[in-house]
């Protein structure tokens, strides 16, 4: 009879500890986009030839629009950081960006804006992220644009 309670409570406790990163509540953030840019990860994988102005940054006059984007980009977040996880979202997010404004022929994406569960942030300096137990999200809208250089 110990030997089934045991078992029973071993297992209970087992369901308990993996259940409960599932019901973890989302967290909101708001990190730098000047760190997430200048990570070891966003120095890898961002092309300097594309330029990114947040909303509310000054950027070189726009010679032609090629229209407003969105990027919708989620990661692992289980066991990192919010600034590793987010900032993870945030570059791949960036990355989107940067493949559409070489298809569509233009040199930067301007007005940058975080719109993460239809909740918009605007900030020239920092984005917003959404931090779960095993998800992490950043969704951002832009307008790819040529710029002049």
Not at 27 to 35: A, F, G, P, R, Y
Not at 58 to 73: I, M, Q, S, T
Not at 110 to 118: E, Q
């Amino acid at each position: 009879m110990k030997k089934i309670i045991s078992g029973s409570m071993l297992v209970l406790f087992c369901l308990a500890t993996v259940a409960t990163p599932v019901f973890a509540k989302d967290n909101w953030h708001k990190l730098s986009v000047k760190e997430a840019i200048n990570s070891d990860l966003g120095k890898e994988k961002l092309n300097s030839d594309i330029k990114f102005y947040m909303k509310g940054q000054k950027h070189p006059k726009v010679k032609k629009k090629f229209g407003e984007y969105k990027a919708n980009k989620r990661t692992n977040g289980f066991g990192k950081s919010a600034q590793q996880a987010c900032g993870r979202a945030f570059v791949s997010a960036l990355m989107a960006f940067q493949d559409r404004a070489v298809r569509e022929g233009g040199n930067a994406v301007i007005d940058i804006y975080t719109i993460t569960k239809d909740k918009k942030f605007e900030s020239a300096e920092e984005y917003s992220c959404i931090k779960g137990g095993f998800t992490t999200n950043v969704a951002l809208k832009g307008t790819v644009v040529t710029i002049a250089k």
